[in-house]
C-alpha cells in the first residue's frame, strides 16, 4: 500500500491543485516522464483520476507527440547518430543492420527489454562518422560487421 503511494508522489506536486486544465496537460506529460523515464499507463490513469481530464484525451496528446514516450526504456539505449556527416557516410545502413540485428524496429525497444533503438541529431564526433551511442559510450567507424559484432558483444553479455 504504501509503496502504491510512493509510487505516485511524484504526481502530487506535477498536478498540484490542476483540476482539468486541459492547457497544463503538455507540461504536466513532460515532468511525468522526466520522473518515470516514460507515461506509464497506470500513472496516466491516476493523472485522469486527479484532474479530471480524460484518459482518451490524455493519451491523444501523449501519442501525438514524438517525444512522448509510452513504453520504458530499454537496459541499453543505442543512439544512431542521423546528422549530416553520418548520413553521406552510411548511417542509413547502420540503421538498417542494427534494427535486423536486434529484431526491432527504430524508436522501439526489443521484446526482451534489452535494447531500445533511437536516432538522433549530430552527436558531436562527425571525424568519426558514421556513429552510434551505446548508453553514453561511442562507436565510431562503423561498417555493417563492426557494429553487428558491438552489438552481439552486449548481446553475449546478458546472455541473449
Ligand atoms: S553527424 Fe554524426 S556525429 Fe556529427
Same mark, same amino acid.
Given at each position: 500500500?504504501?509503496?502504491?503511494?510512493?509510487?505516485?508522489?511524484?504526481?502530487?506536486?506535477?498536478?498540484?491543485d490542476?483540476?482539468?486544465?486541459?492547457?497544463?496537460?503538455?507540461?504536466?506529460?513532460?515532468?511525468?516522464?522526466?520522473?518515470?523515464?516514460?507515461?506509464?499507463?497506470?500513472?496516466?490513469?491516476?493523472?485522469?483520476?486527479?484532474?479530471?481530464?480524460?484518459?482518451?484525451?490524455?493519451?491523444?496528446v501523449?501519442?501525438?507527440?514524438?517525444?512522448?514516450?509510452?513504453?520504458? =526504456? *530499454?537496459?541499453?539505449?543505442?543512439?544512431?547518430?542521423?546528422?549530416?556527416?553520418?548520413? +553521406?557516410? @552510411?548511417?542509413? %545502413?547502420?540503421?538498417?543492420?542494427?534494427?535486423?540485428?536486434?529484431?526491432?524496429?527504430?524508436?522501439?525497444?526489443?521484446?526482451?527489454?534489452?535494447?531500445?533503438?533511437?536516432?538522433?541529431?549530430? =552527436? *558531436?564526433?562527425?571525424?568519426?562518422?558514421?556513429?552510434?551511442?551505446i548508453?553514453?559510450? +561511442?562507436? @565510431?567507424?562503423? %561498417?555493417?560487421?563492426?557494429?553487428?559484432?558491438?552489438?552481439?558483444?552486449?548481446?553475449?553479455?546478458?546472455?541473449?
Open positions: 500500500m504504501s509503496k502504491q503511494i510512493d509510487y505516485f508522489k511524484p504526481l502530487d506536486e506535477i498536478i498540484g490542476n483540476k482539468g486544465d486541459a492547457s497544463q496537460l503538455i507540461p504536466m506529460l513532460q515532468k511525468i516522464q522526466e520522473s518515470y523515464g516514460y507515461l506509464p499507463m497506470d500513472v496516466i490513469v491516476e493523472m485522469s483520476e486527479r484532474t479530471g481530464i480524460k484518459v482518451t484525451d490524455i493519451m491523444g501523449a501519442s501525438f507527440y514524438a517525444g512522448f514516450r509510452l513504453t520504458p =526504456l *530499454g537496459k541499453y539505449v543505442v543512439k544512431i547518430c542521423a546528422g549530416t556527416a553520418c548520413h +553521406v557516410n @552510411g548511417a542509413e %545502413t547502420i540503421a538498417e543492420t542494427i534494427c535486423e540485428e536486434l529484431n526491432v524496429n527504430l524508436d522501439e525497444t526489443t521484446e526482451d527489454g534489452l535494447f531500445t533503438v533511437e536516432t538522433v541529431a549530430c =552527436l *558531436g564526433c562527425c571525424s568519426l562518422a558514421p556513429v552510434m551511442m548508453n553514453g559510450e +561511442v562507436y @565510431g567507424r562503423l %561498417t555493417r560487421d563492426k557494429t553487428k559484432k558491438i552489438l552481439r558483444e552486449y548481446k553475449e553479455l546478458e546472455g541473449a
